[in-house]
């Protein structure tokens, strides 16, 4: 399956999830590191969008296709959540199940549903596991968000 993910030229190829690690996320409490990606680029376009001012997005943006497995993939079904939880701030419970899914270490890729359009999942996964050698990252290739989205 292949998956994409938003970031800088210089940490496009990097799958360390520092960023996720030291900030924290919807799914991980600070200090886990994951790595965020999302169904398509499209999705990728929008959760970028959500999490960063327009204006402060950095001119050299690449997103990159990462092939992943998915013989190793838990799913979270959104109708298994509480009601609120595609609303900002995200809400605890989140982080405490990804947390759960990092620590067990069970399964490599965790899908979830998009805040940003609960029809569509984002993957995450877990840097330390043991199935991490078998995410490729493809292809990377600079990308431009049109202007008009900054409405």
Same mark, same amino acid.
């Given at each position: ?16 999830? $520092? ?48 092939? $992943? ?68 990252? /493809? ?5 431009? /968000? ?6």
């Amino acid at each position: 399956m292949i998956v994409f993910r938003i970031a800088k030229k210089k940490w496009i190829k990097d799958l360390s999830g $520092i960023g996720a690690k030291l900030t924290g996320g919807r799914w991980n409490p600070k200090g886990l590191p994951v790595l965020y990606c999302a169904s398509n680029s499209s999705l990728a376009m929008l959760e970028k969008l959500v999490n960063i001012d327009y204006d402060l997005l950095p001119d050299d943006l690449f997103i990159a296709e990462i092939e $992943i497995p998915e013989t190793s993939l838990k799913t979270i079904d959104k109708a298994s959540l509480d009601k609120n939880w595609n609303k900002y701030p995200s809400p605890d419970k989140l982080k405490s199940i990804g947390k759960d899914w990092i620590n067990n270490s069970e399964f490599l890729i965790l899908e979830v549903p998009s805040a940003v359009n609960p029809n569509e999942s984002n993957y995450l996964i877990n840097v330390n596991h043991k199935m991490i050698d078998q995410v490729k990252v /493809i292809k990377t290739y600079p990308i431009v /968000i049109d202007g008009r989205l900054k409405k």
